[in-house]
């Protein structure tokens, strides 16, 4: 451990995962480094606040006698701080540092070897939002995140992009509940690269942020909105069909997943994903729908960084810096137990990374903070540490198929007037999951035999039906108004905007954006498979 007045900081064994070498860094960077020595140091302040995530149930001094029992009785003389000064100390390091820390730390954590992260050479990332994070009710958090909701308290919206295969943190932000999940998505976008599939719930198919996502290089397979109308450019042999969202190719796949239920019940329910990866020999259209399941590894990282971390209490600090900082601990501390945890896994060459229990992981990283052990002596090499082998001795079960009730307990929620979808009353285990992939009809709509825009128009020059010749000769190019009214002549520029706009609205074709339009079932022709590259 380290020597004098910088003896309690630490962090027992996860002092070898931030260790005191990067804290000083962090902390002189920022130019949060003591002028003068103190009782309490700056980086025993970083390792407080960490210290404080680990124990939220308890106030400042009881944290600090977690991080100084040990050390006195081996006869150190440590300091006894106050609760002022222990707060003191929190507004003198303040968030910067901790941002740093967390941004150091963050990062896919599992080798291209590791088993369950990679679908064939991408490693599946995932964007989603919480909205459900707590704070102190107080009047300085409620002037800055907004009252609180139905249930009272203010509440902070987090965004993060995650590892779904370690469930491991590669960026977070967060901040008022009103701002919207994609424009906090957006910040995070920087993280994404070519060898990465992205992964997300409905409400990130906009066409400006689709946009911006693919000019990442990365992948994605996502849902859309029940209301986005997809025209069919062209039908795959596995039931999936090329389309366009905006200016971004895509490729449809449209699912009905029925669940057979060990009692003998089932429910089906349908799903209608986006993706980039348009060959469909190579992404069956069934083994996207089964990956698109990895997505809700998210939603294990939330409970785990909610409830099994935080203990479903609410952030303690009473003012939005505050709030700040104490959130970027919470996150560097969940990122440190999860950098253990993958380090475990992969000791055992085969092991899912997802059957380490947090729970083991959280209280064994507790116990060695209050024996102050492990803080400097690493393993031999070859071998792991203490937290690593209660996870290993601890592996949970392999990942066994069953589905959650999903019902809303809370009186306050807003979900709690959900309406029953046919779901159990109780989880219960999965016997059979069928996917089936819904083709698009096969025959399209028959065309309007008549129309405002044909009167006093032979039927060899209605324009109508040379606009939709037009469109259907290159079903998958998208035409600007003016481009097709330069291509006729004896159309105005006007009027060209004017008939398109009012065909769009009656389905006739599709609009994809501004002054953007493309053929639809109407109008597009189905290519046989030999055709599609």
């Not at 397979?221 to 969202?245: E, H, K, M």
Request: proline letters at 7%; a positive charge; one cysteine or more.
């Amino acid at each position: 451990m380290a020597a004098g007045r910088f003896a309690p900081g630490h962090l027992g064994e996860l002092t070898q995962v931030v260790p005191f070498e990067l804290v000083d860094a962090v902390l002189e960077e920022n130019g949060c480094v003591q002028h003068r020595l103190r009782d309490l140091p700056s980086r025993v302040g970083v390792y407080f606040l960490l210290a404080m995530c680990l124990f939220p149930e308890v106030g400042y001094r009881l944290v600090w006698n977690k991080l100084t029992t040990a050390l006195t009785s081996a006869g150190l003389d440590v300091a006894g701080p106050t609760a002022k000064a222990l707060r003191d100390l929190r507004r003198r390091v303040g968030p910067a540092p901790v941002r740093r820390l967390f941004e150091v730390l963050a990062g896919p954590l599992a080798q291209p070897t590791t088993a369950g992260v990679r679908f064939g050479r991408f490693r599946t990332v995932s964007f989603d939002g919480c909205s459900s994070i707590r704070l102190a009710d107080t009047q300085r958090n409620v002037g800055w995140f907004g009252p609180g909701g139905r249930g009272g308290c203010p509440m902070l919206e987090l965004m993060t992009l995650v590892e779904t295969g370690t469930r491991s943190l590669i960026g977070a932000v967060f901040g008022p509940t009103d701002t919207g999940e994609t424009a906090y998505a957006r910040r995070l976008l920087h993280h994404l690269g070519p060898d990465m599939l992205l992964l997300w719930d409905k409400g990130f198919d906009a066409n400006a942020f689709l946009a911006a996502l693919t000019g990442t290089g990365a992948q994605f397979l996502g849902r859309i909105r029940a209301n986005r109308r997809t025209p069919v450019l062209a039908r795959l042999g596995d039931g999936s069909y090329l389309s366009v969202i905006g200016t971004v190719p895509v490729r449809i796949i449209e699912a009905k997943v029925t669940v057979t239920l060990d009692d003998g019940t089932s429910f089906t329910g349908n799903y209608r994903l986006a993706t980039t990866l348009t060959c469909a020999n190579r992404y069956p259209a069934a083994a996207l729908a089964a990956l698109y399941h990895e997505r809700w590894e998210h939603e294990s990282a939330y409970f785990a960084l909610r409830h099994t971390l935080g203990q479903g209490r609410p952030l303690r600090s009473g003012d939005p810096v505050g709030v700040e900082q104490e959130m970027w601990a919470q996150l560097t501390l969940y990122q440190a137990l999860r950098t253990v945890m993958v380090q475990a896994a992969e000791s055992r060459p085969g092991i899912d990374p997802d059957r380490c229990g947090f729970t083991i992981a959280r209280q064994a990283a507790r116990d060695l903070v209050v024996q102050a052990a492990g803080i400097t002596t690493a393993p031999v090499p070859g071998t792991i540490g203490v937290i690593a082998q209660c996870v290993l001795a601890g592996l949970l079960p392999p990942r066994r198929p069953r589905v959650s009730t999903r019902k809303v307990r809370s009186s306050v929620s807003r979900y709690a007037e959900r309406q029953d979808d046919g779901r159990p009353d109780r989880s219960r285990m999965v016997t059979r999951l069928d996917v089936a992939i819904l083709k698009p009809a096969s025959q399209p709509p028959p065309l309007p035999a008549s129309s405002r825009d044909d009167r006093n128009v032979s039927p060899d020059q209605r324009r109508r039906h040379r606009i939709l010749d037009l469109l259907q000769d290159d079903p998958t190019r998208l035409w600007r108004p003016s481009e097709i009214a330069a291509h006729f002549g004896d159309i105005t520029l006007h009027t060209m905007y004017r008939q398109l706009s009012r065909w769009a609205e009656t389905g006739l074709i599709h609009k994809l954006g501004p002054g953007l339009y493309a053929a639809t079932a109407w109008t597009s022709t189905p290519l046989p498979p030999a055709e599609i590259p």
